[in-house]
Every structure is written in C-alpha cells, then in structure tokens.
C-alpha cells in the first residue's frame, strides 16, 4: 500500500496535512509519558508531541515506511520505531496512551482483524489509560457517496507541485471502498515524475466501532469533528475522531 514513491514524496505530499491541531488535541485529551503510534507512517505526530522525557514507539506494518521514519529519529533516544501490526507488538504493554491516527482503521479490511486491533490495544493501555483514532464516519459517506476528484497540492519546495487524480469505487453494502490514484509530480511547470497507487478501505458503521471499543474494556469519553476538534461530530462529519478511555479495574 505505501511502497515505493508513494513513499518518496510522502511526506511532501501530506505536508499541509494539520498534524500541529491534531497533536494539539492528543495532547490535551490524554497523559503522554510513554506512548505508542499504530499506523504511525513516517512519525509526524510523534515529531509534532516528541517533548522533555517522554517516550513513543511507533508501528507500522508497511516496512519502507518505517525505515524512513526511523532516519528521522535517528538520533533521539526516546523513540522506537517496529515494522509490525499490533497484535505483533510485543514491547512493555504498559501505555499512558495509544495513537492511530489518519484512517488506520478504515484501511484494516476484516472484521476479525479489526477485532484483534481493538483487542490488542486495549491489553497494550494501562488501566485508565487513553486511546484516540479517527476514521471516516459512515453516516456522512453513505450519504454523500465518494466522487471522483481532481486536487493540485503545492509542494514544501520552491516551484514544485502535484497533480492527484482519484477514482473510488464503494460498495454501501459491505462498506468497501478502493481509491484509485494518480499523482503527477511538477517542477517549474514541467512534469518531472508520475505515479499510481491505491488505497483500499473499509467504511465500518459507527455502531459497530462503538460496540468494539465497549467489547475491549474501553468506553468513549467523546466522537468529536476533525474539522472543530471542540464540535461534537455530525453525521455530516466526512472525518471524526474518538477518544477512549481503558476501563479501571
């Protein structure tokens, strides 16, 4: 999924991505001492919330992309970097707080695999321990079907710019859905390199996350906005955030 120049122009490509707002909001929703990023690409929230003595293990199961977030700290002795799913993850399983950020969720395909994610993070938190995702909310996406579009993303580079093309094919019954991508890259109105991926998802119903989170010993503090992280989300709400709380025993 992310391999090859999708992973070269990651990082470029998403730099306008408000990971600052974001990281603001885990910061204020939750205890960062020791921290654990599933699905943590290249480690921009764990750069954006790396801070004084507090410690970040990110993982990934996309290998290449855990090499380049690993460059990146290379030299901060704080944070770890695994290539592996969570179920994998075999560190201390003792986390004041779990991150999965940017759609992880929806891009985890099976029932059964979903399950074992909410499983594996809710006995990787201590007790009272916080976890925050988001996810697309499937209200507003069953309402407002995915269409094709076209987007120009200014590169962080002076004179350097992409062109996105992409196509989704959803399925309202089962919730899949598969985005086509084609991303033409430019330099001075020239383009330099061109590239296709897809990303396939799966839309789960807002009950049955609800339902998980419940199941793993879990309950949800708040469903907010990612557009107004102090907004409750609305079912009109494209892309919603949850934060949970570990159960006390």
Do not use: Q
């Amino acid at each position: 999924m992310y391999k090859g120049k999708l992973v070269k122009y990651y990082d470029d490509l998403y730099h306008n991505k408000d990971y600052i707002a974001e990281s603001k909001f885990i910061e204020e929703s939750s205890k960062l001492n020791k921290v654990l990023d599933v699905g943590c690409g290249t480690g921009t929230h764990i750069k954006n919330l790396c801070k004084d003595e507090r410690m970040f293990f990110g993982i990934d199961p996309e290998n290449e992309i855990i090499e380049k977030a690993s460059i990146k700290f290379k030299d901060n002795p704080n944070v770890f970097f695994k290539n592996c799913h969570v179920s994998e993850f075999t560190e201390e399983s003792s986390f004041d707080t779990v991150i999965s950020m940017f759609n992880v969720v929806n891009h985890i395909l099976s029932e059964s695999d979903l399950e074992l994610y909410f499983k594996s993070i809710s006995e990787l938190l201590v007790n009272g321990g916080t976890f925050i995702f988001d996810c697309f909310n499937s209200n507003a996406v069953i309402n407002d079907k995915p269409k094709v579009t076209m987007k120009e993303v200014v590169s962080s580079a002076v004179g350097g710019s992409y062109m996105i093309s992409c196509t989704p094919v959803f399925d309202s019954d089962t919730g899949y859905m598969k985005m086509d991508n084609n991303v033409r890259v430019f330099h001075l109105g020239a383009e330099v390199d061109r590239f296709d991926y897809t990303l396939e998802h799966r839309i789960w119903l807002l009950h049955f996350l609800e339902e998980l989170v419940e199941k793993y010993s879990m309950r949800i503090e708040k469903i907010v906005s990612n557009f107004d992280y102090n907004k409750k989300a609305s079912n009109n709400d494209y892309k919603i955030t949850f934060i949970c709380k570990k159960e006390t025993k």
